[in-house]
Every structure is written in C-alpha cells, then in structure tokens.
C-alpha cells in the first residue's frame, strides 16, 4: 500500500482536506473520500464526460485525474450548482423544464460542461452549444433537448 498525501482544496466554496494515495483518481476522491456522489463514473477512459467536474475553472475529466493534481485548486462539483437555500441553479432548472435529461446519468457531467460553456461564452449560438457539449455522451436525450434548455438559460439566465 502506497504512503498516503494529504490532498487539500476548495470544494464547492468551501476548504477541504482529506488523504489520498497518490494513484487515487479525482472521481474517487470526489465520490468516496469526500462523499459526493453527484459526480458520476461511466467508461473511466474519459470518453463519455459523465464524470467532468471543473477544476480551477476548466472542465476536465475526474477519472483521468488524480487527486493530488487537484491539490490547491479550486473544485467545483454538480452539488456545487446548488443554491446555498438548496434551490436548483437556474441551468439546472432549464434542464428539467426543457426535459433534458431522461435517465440521469450523464446529466452531471453534461451540467457541468454546460457551466463552462455559459460562463466563458454567455453569446454561445446553438452551434457553440452542441460543439460545446460534444464531447459528453448521452444515450436519451437525442441532445436536442440539452442545447434548448442552454440556449434558454444563456437568453434568461436568472429564470
């Protein structure tokens, strides 16, 4: 058994510090060291996106990851979109009412990605969007519903 480091970061706004072996990759870390399970693991070859968390403000793919890169950062996590009342952040919201998600499991990473998108493009066309979003797979959706509720949410972002 590897010597374990001591891992320390900004999660979701707050600080956090937990060990870590240093092959330990940031998706467990994420789901078991610090209990958010929010972050979902799928192909663990960082194909399908359902495990993209942003990370000192880029999205990257947390099973293709280790925890002690994270060191210092600043993490955010799907839990991270929640308001601190616990209301849903206003993607979030589009998601459910433009019916962006059907069975959920990619729906994390595809939020997360889609955070990206709308902070560093708030102007993204429907095309950005689907560029945006294409490197997260999703086998319900269809996708089209995904790029209506961010175009909804990038012309109303606070409704």
Do not use: W
Not at 10 to 21: I, Q, W
Not at 87 to 94: D, E, G, R, V, Y
Not at 136 to 154: E, K, M, P, S, W
């Amino acid at each position: 058994m590897s010597e374990k480091l001591l891992v320390s970061l900004e999660v979701n706004g707050e600080v956090v510090e937990h060990e870590a072996e240093p092959r330990t990759l940031l998706s467990t870390f994420i789901r078991d060291g610090l209990g958010l399970t929010g972050t979902h693991v799928g192909c663990e070859h960082g194909i399908c996106g359902a495990c993209t968390v942003i990370l000192n403000g880029v999205t990257v793919r947390s099973c293709l990851t280790f925890a002690v890169q994270a060191n210092g950062g600043k993490l955010k996590t799907v839990e991270g979109l929640l308001r601190r009342d616990g209301s849903l952040h206003p993607l979030q919201k589009k998601f459910a009412e433009h019916h962006a998600l059907q069975c959920g499991f990619c729906t994390p990473g595809m939020l997360m990605t889609c955070e990206e998108i709308c902070h560093n493009k708030p102007a993204a066309t429907r095309e950005d969007i689907r560029e945006g979003i294409s490197g997260n797979l999703c086998r319900c959706t269809g996708y089209q519903t995904i790029v209506n509720a961010v175009a909804d949410y990038l012309e109303n972002p606070h409704g």
